[in-house]
């Protein structure tokens, strides 16, 4: 196993346990993609997150990300799209390379929690996360593109370049699509629909017939980011270690439930970085 | 009900709990005795708290009492010496003072976690944590005097101005007493002894014959604090909730467990704060 700890995720909980892990002198990968979570930079105000009174997200942002470059910690940028279970750990899929960790810390937040109706029930048979990875597929067919941040548009105009007919669906304001082949659609998917394969996007008032849809965001629900995964309301359940069902795999921050606040997720960061570091002491021991 | 929430306890936990409390809006009193805990402003460098990179404890600790005293957050300086359950909630002794709230926030750190072997059983049979409220049953007597901190000196001199003689345990450095009664004994005492009441304080090597005890600490053990409250390996029991098995009591910090870190402090302090609006939020409803 290459290393001890990946984590995903690069909201708060994720720069805590990323801080600890460096403190605790760990080998660790920290995939956390782009500036701080859109959510922490997009905070008004924040007033409760002690030592730190009346900071916007902005600033908080900034704070914490000035923390963890001061200790020469550099985040992987890459999107997770896979975690599986692997003998003596797990695999991690990003873009279009494996990473190896013997145990992970899910710091995803709260937005990607539910997925749309119908999503798990496709992955792998018309649904993907990764451009890079299963574009070649749909060379000259129709797929839609499912956008919830301008960071990947690149993406979308790589799919306009193979496909052949592309119903594109930003998620976000201020999108800016040039490809011919793109059809802007502004209104949210509700289901997925298909036989053995996906088939049809759902709208309120009607659908799409497509070859595969793309789902381009930062961070997947948790369920289908890594299969067997328990989760309750859409959260994923954890023990007051922060462990999960899954055995060397912990979460924190908001994807383990409410209340939804800074202070709770760099704590459970903490929390799960040290309990990572116990079950990989009782590993070795 | 006085108060919609009692906070007891200055450490990290305790700030974050308070700061919460009054941006809920909350009816509460916050007791936490001098300066921020001992344990935190002692701590040398603090590398891992997010967003104040390179900390000492005196820093950390300014850092927050600033943050607390920005928000017109007073805390009252009493010590608690006892959580009652009552009719719609809780009362509190401190001092010579009762007062209730619906629910109880405790934040004791680890400190006083571990009682003095039979100190629990001879509680209010010998045994006192509070000069003011129980020194004039020691007139003319034999007591002893055991003393964490040199705050409470002031009230080792008046237990010397009604006790006939005292034997004096400081358990920390630089402690001056005066009083010519008072016997300074160097050693950690080892139990407490006696038939139906406290008859005996026993060291390592030796005892000593007393008629009662005082023990004058910022924070008392859990058990001791509040009857009935679950306990695990000396830490308060709590639920992911940050609920304890009593309802309406929660607890935060240290005193649930590892790891003793900041960041797990004020992550409890918010989701104990939220838990307790919760739980007074179906009281009413």
């Not at 020469?72 to 797990?90: A, H, L, S």
Request: aromatic content about 10%; glycine content about 12%; proline content about 3%.
């Amino acid at each position: 196993m290459e290393y001890d700890i990946a984590i995903i995720g690069g909201g708060a909980a994720g720069v805590s346990a990323a801080i600890n892990a460096k403190i605790l002198q760990k080998k660790f990968i920290w995939f956390a993609n782009g500036n701080l979570s859109k959510k922490l930079s997009q905070a008004e105000l924040v007033k409760n997150y002690p030592g730190l009174p009346d900071v916007t997200g902005g600033e908080l942002a900034w704070t914490l990300k000035n923390h963890y470059e001061g200790m020469n910690i550099e985040p992987c940028e890459k999107v997770v799209t896979g975690v599986y279970q692997v003998e003596g750990g797990f695999s991690l899929l990003a873009g279009n390379e494996a990473y190896d960790a013997k145990t992970v810390i899910l710091c995803l937040g709260v937005e990607a929690a539910k997925p749309i109706d119908g999503e798990e029930e496709f992955v792998g048979r018309g649904i993907s996360y990764c451009a890079t990875c299963d574009g070649f597929l749909y060379k000259g067919k129709t797929i839609a593109v499912i956008c919830t941040d301008k960071r990947f548009e690149h993406e979308i105009e790589y799919l306009c370049s193979l496909a052949e007919k592309v119903f594109v669906i930003p998620l976000y304001k201020g999108y800016e699509i040039t490809a011919k082949n793109a059809e802007i659609l502004l209104k949210a998917p509700k289901k997925f629909e298909g036989a053995r394969k996906l088939e049809r996007v759902v709208f309120k008032d009607g659908f799409k017939e497509v070859d595969g849809a793309f789902l381009l965001k930062g961070a997947l629900s948790p369920a289908i980011l890594m299969h067997g995964l328990k989760t309750e309301n859409g959260h994923i359940f954890v023990n007051r270690d922060c462990s999960t069902n899954i055995a060397g795999a912990f979460a924190a921050g908001d994807c383990t439930g409410r209340p939804y606040q800074y202070a709770k997720a760099v704590g459970e960061g903490n929390i799960a970085v040290h309990s990572a570091v116990e079950f990989l002491g009782k590993k070795q021991g």
